[in-house]
């Protein structure tokens, strides 16, 4: 890294907006993306999903299927401040590309739809802003459409998110009337016109005067239970002024104490300049968000979003170009040039940087360099991954990974060709370092290469884009989910003593363990803990016996799947003064908790799904009849709009081949989501069956 002095930035990270489209599938989050990139002059063309022309779904598979599939990263310009945005994967199957996105960004617009409100990946990718204390607003979208309702929506936001939803917009107009929005924090209207051209303001309708001083009034209420200041000027004045109440509009939602809600159609391209100033208004700057946070050697290391601070900045996405190989960093701290070289600190190995693009989904723009703050895609690094640390190498500091979710679906895959074979393995394993939540492996049985993933369609996406990209023709087995083992009934005093003498020192190791299931009957994790009393078993040992038992739940006695949901106890345990070492133990815990497992009852678990079907009132029965011949138990149905929506815990296995089934069924007007449930007990019958094939 060269040390020379740098010219200051001209753009303040006080006018920086990184932030995340999230919703559920089919809400309209690309649609809301396109316009804005439209509002802000970044394109001259509205992009429709329907026509395939948008920005961000740049992907030929994305086009076919009208879904998004990869994150995109655009950035535009609005009101003087630069808004760095990424259009995120709505589907259950692509939500590793949501968590990795969410870990650099300091904001997120969530947007739901009118007459749906909060859907089950709406909910998903809520929680995993939740986790990564990310700052939202809403956006209820497609107000035009029949049943669009933006009181139904908001309860079902404040119902199922468990948040405080602040409502700032009163539609004016309902479904095909819909042609504006009362502003509650300035108190005007805004209203569009039939092309959607740019909104003109005007006072709020006469019609509408009484409701809009109701809902200003709940407005502030609101804000003043959750905000002291305004809780102050409240009491003093029964109201607030416009200035305060933005201002804890801003803090309320900063803090997550709350999420301002705005509504429109971005379809109609009605309501997207108010979002556009609600983003600049409400969301945090890289300044506002707290330090990011890393290690080195075990100290805890901070890097403040300052320019002229050692760079620091985290790997978050891969992929392959035919310009070379693109490698997305948010840049937390310092400055980065063209020529520059870097530290990859999770792999220990300088990259040096030969190009820094600005993206704008499929293209990019070069940049001589990327500030704190900037997300910026890097040509030159060879080997850093999704997850790896690039930092200055006199200023090292290792910043923690987004997760990784696993993979709980495989299919064998093999070229038909023996001469693709090995231009097969090579695709295969780009995609892997592309994509974190592939993951590769060769049956020890078979020979063959079993390419795992978070759901069909995400192995099907998979393996067309090899198609698509490497003209491979490939052969593909019929998908097997991950199944797991669980102890149903353990043991206690299972006694095992590791003895083997060859000359030299010897091993000796004397264990007892207790083996029982997880409290709660959860179906998860691995509990292990120690009870021996007197020094009888040091504690160097201790931890190697159970560094042996979690070497030993890879292969469970009943198919050899990975075993979970134990818990584990050393009771009792001897060592010999000579012979004894910490190999000998993590043997003997490897070896005993392998006997302790083929003396316990064990029971098979697999991967529930979570179905919301949405279908025809007409069609309920048959639906019901299918999703209890797949072993799905209904957990509940509502009726919305001529339509029945039925959700159900269904057993991923069942559920291969469900979407042409369900479109046989409704005459092709069924739909469903799908959402992971975690794992459950297979009855006895079907586990005998699968454990005998």
Known sequence: MRTNLRPRPTRPLTVIRNLGILAHVDAGKTTVTERILFATGATHK???????????????????????????????????????????????????EVERSLRVLDGAVAVFDAVAGVEPQSESVWRQADRHGVPRIAFVNKLDRVGADLDTAVASIRERLGTVPLVVHLPIGQEDGFTGVVDLVRMRALVWGAGGEAYQVDPVPDGLREEALRRRRLLEEAVAELHPAALEEFCAGAALRDATLATALRDLTRGGEGVVVLCGSAYRNRGIEPLLDAVVAYLPSPLDVPAVRGTLDGEVRERAADPEAPFAGLVFKVTATATGRLTYVRVYAGTIEKGDTVLDATAGRTERVGRILRVQADRNTEVERAIAGDIVAVIGPKSARAGATLCAPDAPVVFESPSVAAPVVSVAVEARRSLDTDRLASALAQLAEEDPSLALRTDAETGQTVLSGLGELHLEVAVEKIRRAQGIELSVGRPQVAYRETVARGVSGLLYRHVKQEGGAGQFAHVVLDVEPLDGGSAEGFVFRSTVTGGRVPQEYVRAVEAGCRDALAEGPLGGHPVTGLRVTLADGATHSKDSSEMAFRTAGRLALREALRASTMALLEPVIEVTVTVPEGAVGAVLGDLAARRGRVSGSAARAGTAVVTATVPLAELFGYASRLRGRTQGRGTFTTRPAGYAPVPAGVADTLLTR
């Open 46 to 96: 509205r992009g429709e999903v329907h026509d395939g022309t948008t920005v961000t779904d740049f992907d030929p598979q994305e086009r076919d299927r009208g879904i998004t599939i990869f994150a995109a990263a655009v950035s535009c310009d609005w009101d003087g401040h630069r808004i760095n945005l990424i259009d995120t994967p709505g589907h259950v199957d692509f939500s590793d």
